[in-house]
């Protein structure tokens, strides 16, 4: 089966690449629009990203190594400056040697001291390298512990998009579909009605030539048949307008031949479960879930907000080595580089913010309030639209029985009416207000079809049924 899915698959791509025809059911194009549908790529990528960011944020908490090398080549080396008599003896030697002196009669001559004197000293190389490496771990920190559970919740509020994406694109590619049907379905109707006004064109001229009707009945079914060119005209532009908008809907190239396999019969009356028969819940309402996820985001940002009064701990060990050097020969490791290690722990305690936290506290309770508020907007919101979407489906299923059989007794009438006009009975404008009876009663019927079907996929989708 893997393999047949493979093959067919590979077949269907040669088969857009080659710019060739492509066949479709309603729910083949489903499939394709949720993996080439634009909006649908957008917020895969974007659970994509927020899953590179739970993994960014647990790279914090992990050992964090760097390395460094640095050279300084000291152009002037550093001037140190003490008193003169800093590195001197201290006085009590000094008065000692001179009592020795004056008794062994050894003159010691020693200079005297200068209190303002200063003395310069040059200490270092002028050359110098360290190359060392520090590893850094944290130990305890609150906001990164929420920060983890914040960004694993706001993951799930992005795969809670892309299934509203999901949903989003396969209601608009089947109203695209829908439209496509309906749409060359009109195209039809009004091709074999231009058949059948042709028809009843020629007969009336023949009628004409042997002075049986007269010649403005004639024109007045010419005018007829004039006026419906004009909408055949239209209906089949409109008709390519559907099939483009239904290939953009699928992320589908424009020159890519595409041949619809479903009828509207077919749509019509598909097997699928009646959704008046399925009760609505909150639960599996999607635009409830994702809100629901934000709600979880804000009290998540609430409890950040309070961590970061909690005490912030890490580890740390540096390991260097520093050479010092007359000429550049850092290279040569005959001469000495000499080691500097030192590991630590540290604590950060915030003591005092200037009551910053106590403020960032209360906005993050606002927030909480608005996701929460906004939570509730959404239930409203999504019962509503059950509500408005169930009563539309009930109003489609009223509106496209009555309008079949308001087709059934138009052409009822109209097939009196020629046949009448072919009698001699009435004249030409009584044939043409019954053929526009007739054709407004197929537009009618069309689009009452449509509305079935548009609103059959409203209800499904307020159930999350899509």
């Given at each position: ?7 067919l ?26 993996e ?74 020693a ?52 299934d ?31 058949d059948v ?48 908008m ?130 509730k ?25 009555i ?32 053929q ?31």
């Open positions: 089966m893997t393999r047949l899915i493979l093959t698959n590979l077949f269907f791509w040669v088969a857009l690449a080659n710019g060739q025809q492509v066949e479709m059911s309603l729910e083949e194009a489903k499939n394709y629009a949720l080439h549908a634009y909006s649908v790529q957008y917020a895969e990528m974007d659970v994509r990203v927020a899953e590179r960011e739970i993994k960014e944020i647990r790279a914090i908490g992990l050992p964090q190594v760097q390395a460094s090398v640095d050279y300084n080549n000291y152009i002037d080396i550093p001037t140190q400056v003490a008193p003169a008599d800093a590195f001197g003896f201290p006085s009590y030697i000094t008065d000692f040697l001179v009592g020795v002196a004056q008794e062994t009669g050894v003159n010691f001559n200079p005297s001291a200068d209190p303002d004197a200063i003395s310069e000293f040059q200490f270092g190389a002028p050359q110098t390298s360290t190359a060392g490496i520090s590893v850094s771990q944290l130990i305890f920190d609150g906001s990164y512990i929420v920060g983890l559970q914040a960004s694993k919740t706001y993951a799930e509020a992005k795969k809670g998009a892309l509203q994406s999901v949903m989003q694109t396969k209601a608009a590619v089947a109203e695209a579909y829908h439209t496509v049907l309906i749409a060359r379905e009109n195209l039809r109707l009004l091709t074999a009605s231009r006004l042709e028809q009843s064109v020629e007969e009336t001229k023949a009628l004409l030539e042997n002075g049986f009707v007269e010649e403005q009945d004639a024109d007045q079914l010419q005018l007829s048949l004039a006026d419906l060119d004009a909408r055949i005209n239209y209906a089949q532009q409109q008709s390519e307008i559907a099939l483009d239904l290939k953009f809907q699928l992320g589908m190239p424009m020159e890519t031949g595409l041949e619809l396999t479903d009828s509207i019969e077919s749509l019509s009356g598909q097997s699928s479960a009646d959704p008046l028969s399925e009760n609505f819940s909150l639960q599996n309402n999607l635009d409830y879930k994702v809100q629901s996820t934000f709600v979880k985001i804000s009290e998540l940002g609430m409890k950040n907000e309070k961590a970061k009064a909690l005490p912030s701990i890490g580890a740390f060990y540096n390991y260097q080595r520093n050479a010092q050097r007359d000429e550049f020969n850092f290279f040569d490791f005959n001469e000495k580089w000499y080691p500097i290690q030192l590991w630590g722990v540290q604590m950060t305690i915030p003591l005092f913010t200037g009551l910053g936290r106590v403020h960032s506290i209360e906005k993050a309770k606002i927030e909480q309030e608005r996701a929460e508020l906004g939570l907007q959404v239930a409203a919101a999504a019962e509503l639209e059950y509500a408005a979407a169930r009563s539309e489906y009930l109003n489609a299923l009223e509106n496209e029985r309008q079949k059989e308001s087709l059934a007794l138009a052409d009822r009438i109209y097939a009196r009416t020629q046949t009448k006009y072919r009698e001699g009975i009435v004249g030409s404008f009584d044939l043409t207000q019954a526009n009876q007739w054709l407004n009663a197929q537009g009618n019927a069309v689009a009452a079809t449509l509305q079935l079907l548009n609103a059959k996929t409203r209800l499904n989708k307020a159930l999350s049924n899509l």
